[in-house]
C-alpha cells in the first residue's frame, strides 16, 4: 500500500517537511564562497600583522627593561664596594629640591594628600619618590 496520505484534497508523501531549498544557481553559490575565502584571508593577514607588531613592541620593551636591570645590577655592584653611583646621587638631590619646591608652592586640594602622589615616607621621615622606591625593589629582588 501507498504511504501517501490525503489532506484537504492534496496528496502528500512522507519525507522532508518544510520548505524545499530554492534553487540556487551554482555559479553564484561558488562565487560567494570565493568572495567570503578572500574575505577570511585578509583578516588573517591583518590578525597576522597586529601580532607581529605587538610582539615586536613588546621584545622593545623588554630590552629596554634588561638595559635597565643591568644599570641596577651596576648600581648595586658599585654600592657593595662603598661607591654611590653619581646617577642615585642626582636623582636623590633632584628630588629632595622638587619635593621643597613642590612643598613651598603647592596648596593642598581638598581631597587629595601625599599618599595619592607617587611617594611615601621612610622610617626616617624623608619623602622617597616612586625611581628610588623602584630602585630599592630592584636592590631587594636582584641581591635578595
Same mark, same amino acid.
Given at each position: 500500500?501507498?504511504?501517501?496520505?490525503?489532506?484537504?484534497?492534496?496528496?502528500?508523501? $512522507?519525507?522532508?517537511?518544510?520548505?524545499? $531549498?530554492?534553487?540556487?544557481?551554482?555559479?553564484?553559490?561558488? !562565487? =560567494?564562497?570565493? &568572495?567570503?575565502? =578572500?574575505?577570511?584571508?585578509?583578516?588573517?593577514?591583518? =590578525?597576522?600583522?597586529?601580532? *607581529?607588531e605587538l610582539?615586536?613592541?613588546?621584545?622593545?620593551?623588554?630590552?629596554?627593561?634588561?638595559? !635597565?636591570? *643591568?644599570?641596577?645590577? &651596576?648600581?648595586?655592584?658599585?654600592?657593595?664596594?662603598?661607591?654611590? $653611583?653619581? !646617577?642615585?646621587?642626582?636623582?636623590?638631590?633632584? *628630588? !629632595?629640591?622638587?619635593?621643597?619646591?613642590?612643598?613651598?608652592?603647592?596648596?593642598?586640594?581638598?581631597?587629595?594628600?601625599?599618599?595619592?602622589?607617587?611617594?611615601? *615616607?621612610?622610617?626616617?621621615? =624623608?619623602?622617597?619618590?616612586?625611581?628610588?622606591?623602584?630602585?630599592?625593589?630592584?636592590?631587594?629582588t636582584v641581591?635578595?
Amino acid at each position: 500500500m501507498d504511504d501517501s496520505k490525503v489532506v484537504g484534497g492534496k496528496v502528500k508523501k $512522507p519525507g522532508k517537511r518544510g520548505r524545499k $531549498p530554492a534553487k540556487i544557481d551554482l555559479k553564484a553559490k561558488l !562565487e =560567494r564562497s570565493r &568572495q567570503s575565502a =578572500r574575505e577570511c584571508r585578509a583578516r588573517k593577514k591583518l =590578525r597576522y600583522q597586529y601580532l *607581529e607588531e605587538l610582539v615586536s613592541s613588546r621584545e622593545r620593551a623588554i630590552c629596554a627593561l634588561r638595559e !635597565e636591570l *643591568e644599570m641596577y645590577k &651596576q648600581w648595586c655592584m658599585a654600592m657593595d664596594q662603598g661607591k654611590i $653611583p653619581s !646617577e642615585i646621587k642626582a636623582l636623590l638631590t633632584g *628630588e !629632595e629640591q622638587n619635593k621643597s619646591q613642590q612643598n613651598s608652592g603647592r596648596h593642598v586640594k581638598a581631597g587629595k594628600t601625599d599618599a595619592d602622589s607617587n611617594s611615601c *615616607e621612610c622610617s626616617r621621615g =624623608r619623602a622617597v619618590s616612586g625611581v628610588a622606591l623602584k630602585v630599592g625593589f630592584l636592590l631587594t629582588t636582584v641581591l635578595g
